[in-house]
Nanobody, 126 residues
Framework: QWQLAESGGGLAQPGGSLRLSCEAS????????VGWFRQAPGKEREGVSC????????VYSDSVKGRFTIARDVAKNLVYLEMNSLQPADTAVYYC???????????????????WGQGTQVTVSS
């Protein structure tokens, strides 16, 4: 049912860190633009970060700029979202998404992304 799989979510304390992973078992993520999105209870899904095919462009939302980092591990066919200085406002279900050979990534265009995972819960609380 799900084309992608997220992992690494869990409970973190304020100021702590987590690293999320996005995996695609049926294709090579290096051929795709990959984005991270999140959805908190009662709120719409919002873009967090994305990188293009060939990593020609990396985009972060203003709310995570300077705290989160998106990166590829080509050898492991993974895309990470490294989250630092976590805050309670970061609590949400985090989803990864992909679009084949896209040299653009749009954090506002949710419908532009072709493949999605089921999400992983991130909770930031003391």
């Amino acid at each position: 049912q799900w084309q992608l799989a997220e992992s690494g979510g869990g409970l973190a304390q304020p100021g702590g860190s987590l690293r999320l992973s996005c995996e695609a078992s049926e294709f090579n993520l290096t051929d795709y633009a990959v984005g991270w999105f999140r959805q908190a209870p009662g709120k719409e899904r919002e873009g967090v970060s994305c990188l293009t095919y060939r990593q020609g462009r990396i985009v972060y939302s203003d709310s995570v700029k300077g705290r989160f980092t998106i990166a590829r591990d080509v050898a492991k066919n993974l895309v990470y979202l490294e989250m630092n200085s976590l805050q309670p406002a970061d609590t949400a279900v985090y989803y990864c998404a992909a679009r084949h050979t896209s040299r653009s990534c749009n954090l506002l265009g949710i419908t532009e992304w072709n493949f999605w995972g089921q999400g992983t819960q991130v909770t930031v609380s003391s």
